[in-house]
Nanobody, 126 residues
Framework: QSQLVESGGGLVQPGGSLRLSCAASGFTLDHYTVGWFRQAPGKDREGVLCIRHYNSQIDYADSVKGRFTFSTDNAKNTVYLQMNSLKPEDTAVYYC???????????????????WGQGTQVTVSS
């Protein structure tokens, strides 16, 4: 049975950093498109950073460019979202998700995703 489990959320002061983890079981993460999404109260879900491993295409939300980065540990079957210079507007529940199909047009974050983790809360506040 496939599963995605996020961790690493918490409370951080503005300007601080957090690293979120998304561990997969039952399948190999770097065979798919992996996306990090977030949803703040009262707002639509937003694609933050998404990568199509098939061709290394990376898609960032403009609001996180230069602050958030993505990495993969294949040995642990885990992907990470490193978040630096955090702002109060980054406060949200963060989710990782998988798109099973690699051959599509358009940006990775604009796709429909098939499998989702449970989410982890990130709060940026002084």
């Amino acid at each position: 049975q496939s599963q995605l489990v996020e961790s690493g959320g918490g409370l951080v002061q503005p300007g601080g950093s957090l690293r979120l983890s998304c561990a997969a079981s039952g399948f190999t993460l770097d065979h798919y498109t992996v996306g990090w999404f977030r949803q703040a109260p009262g707002k639509d879900r937003e694609g933050v950073l998404c990568i199509r491993h098939y061709n290394s295409q990376i898609d960032y939300a403009d609001s996180v460019k230069g602050r958030f980065t993505f990495s993969t540990d294949n040995a642990k079957n885990t992907v990470y979202l490193q978040m630096n210079s955090l702002k109060p507007e980054d406060t949200a529940v963060y989710y990782c998700a998988i798109k099973d199909y690699n051959y599509y047009s358009g940006s990775p974050c604009s796709q429909t995703y098939d499998r989702w983790g449970q989410g982890t809360q990130v709060t940026v506040s002084s």
